[in-house]
């Protein structure tokens, strides 16, 4: 089948011969998927140790295009002053950086000596900013179950503002509170650790996130959660979460992650889907043409 690219967008997907013109660029890609540039549903620049620009030029080459980007260590910092500084350097790169505005900071109030604080009516300010396409993972679970004003005041505003709510449910209980965490608007979550959470999650209608990072290796486990049940793995994604340097650098960035889902069982394009039209439909941005201004052939095996 042919794939007709124009202005770095796929125009049309069938029998291209009407489409070759002189100046046309015939590529062979015969025996190769071609994939759409791979999306991080959620990640922290921060955890790399290097700002936006530097971490752009690690990732892309690996075929990420765009990451959502819940900068709250920054934030914890310096506010909403230290996430625009580093929207300032983002813009220098071909990297498309979402940002997901950070939801708890302090991320425990009372404990920690922050330099900032974000409330209701820094996420109503926040939700304005062309940049930013959602809230930041939502720790305080415990809030949101049990009713927190805070907790409660900033789902609302991102609702208010048509903008999707990012969790973080991370206990091992799925009757009445993972039911009020979904129910709150919550859309999806990358805090499973075992298969029967991300179960749980996607049977409620949430995302789960399949997490396969620097620290966290929970992608051997959670893919069992497809491979083992009959679930539609449209509410999956594959994210990272934290990466450290090191681990970009020698074992590669979302490519990586694609190569681990397929040594686990996981169908190639199902793991393709899992980090590219899965991430756009969680967040929203499924509709269009394709952008693929970036892509690769990826290599799949371990």
Not at 8 to 23: F, K, L, Q, S
Not at 118 to 147: A, C, H, K, Q, Y
Not at 238 to 254: A, M, Q, R
């Amino acid at each position: 089948m042919d794939v007709a690219i124009v202005e770095g967008r796929i125009a049309y997907v069938g029998n291209a011969a009407h489409c070759v013109g002189e100046d046309t660029t015939v590529i062979d890609a015969a025996g190769a998927y071609i994939a759409p540039g791979f999306l991080g549903g959620h990640i922290h620049v921060e955890s790399s140790m290097v700002g936006v620009g530097e971490y752009a030029r690690a990732v892309i080459p690996h075929g990420t295009v765009g990451i959502y980007w819940d900068p709250h260590e920054i934030a914890n910092v310096l506010g909403l002053e230290g996430v625009q500084a580093m929207l300032e350097d983002a813009k220098n790169t071909p990297l498309k950086a979402m940002v997901t505005t950070p939801s708890c900071v302090p991320a425990v109030p009372g404990f920690e000596d922050t330099g900032s604080v974000i409330g209701p009516d820094e996420i109503r300010e926040s939700m304005t900013w062309d940049s930013v396409v959602e809230l930041g993972e939502m720790m305080n679970f415990v809030g949101v179950v049990n009713g927190s004003d805070h907790a409660h005041g900033e789902l609302a505003e991102t609702l208010k503002a048509d903008k999707v709510i990012t969790g973080h449910y991370s206990v091992p209980e799925a009757d009445r509170g993972l039911n009020a965490y979904a129910g709150s608007g919550v859309r999806c979550c990358h805090e499973s650790t075992r298969a029967e959470d991300a179960l749980d999650k996607m049977r409620l209608g949430m995302y789960a996130q399949l997490r396969h990072g620097s620290a966290w290796l929970d992608l051997p486990v959670l893919a069992k959660a497809l491979t083992e049940n009959k679930v539609d793995s449209r509410f999956a994604n594959l994210v990272s979460d934290d990466l450290h340097p090191y681990t970009i650098v020698e074992e590669g960035h979302l490519d990586r992650i694609l190569r681990v889902a397929v040594a686990c069982g996981i169908p190639a394009v199902r793991a393709i889907q899992m980090v590219t039209i899965n991430a756009a439909t969680c967040f929203r941005m499924d509709r269009g043409l394709v952008d693929c201004t970036t892509f690769q052939f990826v290599p799949l095996e371990v």
